[in-house]
């Protein structure tokens, strides 16, 4: 899963070094069906924290710290990426969901900037004792002018 949509307030942050993204720490959250991201206005965790799952049936709100994720540069895509390591949820106690986002959570910035977002393309629910995974969670920057 490729991180679709990167905000605009990270791109900011970013560009001012007020984000590293080989130290800073990240974690992602999942989010209900009746989200939609929003590059522009949706900035801070707390912009989108109503639509955060709540806790519950295996997920506990605040999501999970990502882990691995060492910076590559691809010099023939002209692209940085950090692969980190895949995060399971197991449904437990009832049904997990219904999902359809995840967001990227730069935790050690001061307002808990959102790195990006990422749309599933479909409703998950996750039936009891079953696992979500989300694998390959790839923050992709161009480097060149190209989309």
């Excluded at 949509?5 to 070094?17: F, H, I, V």
């Excluded at 895949?86 to 730069?106: E, F, H, Q």
Aim: hydrophobic content about 30%; glycine content about 8%; some cysteine.
């Amino acid at each position: 899963m490729t991180i679709s949509t990167l905000s605009n307030r990270w791109l900011e942050e970013k560009c001012k070094k007020n984000v590293n993204e080989e130290t800073d720490t990240f974690r992602i959250i999942l989010l209900d069906t009746t989200f939609t991201f929003d590059r522009d206005t949706h900035e801070t965790e707390a912009d989108i924290q109503s639509h955060e799952l709540a806790t519950g049936n295996g997920y506990t709100q605040g999501g999970q710290t990502l882990s691995g994720g060492a910076l590559t540069r691809d010099d023939t895509d002209d692209e940085m990426n950090r692969d980190w390591s895949d995060v399971t949820w197991t449904a437990s106690g009832g049904n997990l969901g219904p999902t359809r986002w995840c967001a990227i959570i730069d935790d050690t910035h001061a307002n808990n900037i959102i790195m990006g977002c990422s749309d599933f393309e479909q409703d998950i629910t996750v039936a009891d004792g079953q696992d979500l995974v989300i694998q390959d969670i790839l923050k992709q920057t161009r480097t060149n002018n190209s989309p």
